[in-house]
């Protein structure tokens, strides 16, 4: 028996988030919420968002062409490593992506110490190094 419905479901739980992408290791099918300039704007993602090609033009002095593709592989490793907190890139106001647990430390550290960034919800990312 094949169930054909529809499921919409709102939330702030960074668990329910979480289940989602590591149940189904994908971020298809979830749309992204947020304000700008006093309006909704909606941010559908999926995975083929990160695997297609990207390209910019880096300033009009130069000239110079820079491209970027993240691949498959770069998508497996982008759900590895967040994979425990990626929830968290869904309501924080900034990301700090560091290799490993010293600099981790030290962040953190900074962002206690640093006034106006405890009015921000930062998180830090850590992806362990090589030697991890």
């Known amino acids: 028996m094949s169930l054909k419905c529809q499921i919409i479901i709102t939330t702030h ?15 298809d099918n979830i749309n992204y919420l947020t304000l700008k300039n006093k309006c909704s704007k909606v941010i559908p993602l999926y995975d083929a968002l990160f695997i297609q090609d990207f390209s910019k033009k880096s300033s ?41 647990t010293t600099e981790e430390i030290l962040l953190n550290y900074y962002l206690e110490k640093e006034k106006k960034l405890r009015n921000y919800y930062i998180s830090i990312f850590r992806i362990d190094g090589a030697y991890a």
């Open 13 to 27: 739980s960074s668990h329910i988030v979480n289940s989602k992408i590591h149940s189904s290791s994908s971020f």
């Open 60 to 100: 009009q002095e130069t000239g110079q062409q820079i491209n970027h593709k993240l691949d498959q592989k770069d998508l497996l490793f982008l759900k590895k490593h967040i994979k425990y907190k990626v929830s968290e890139l869904f309501f924080s106001d900034a990301i700090i992506v560091v290799e490993g």
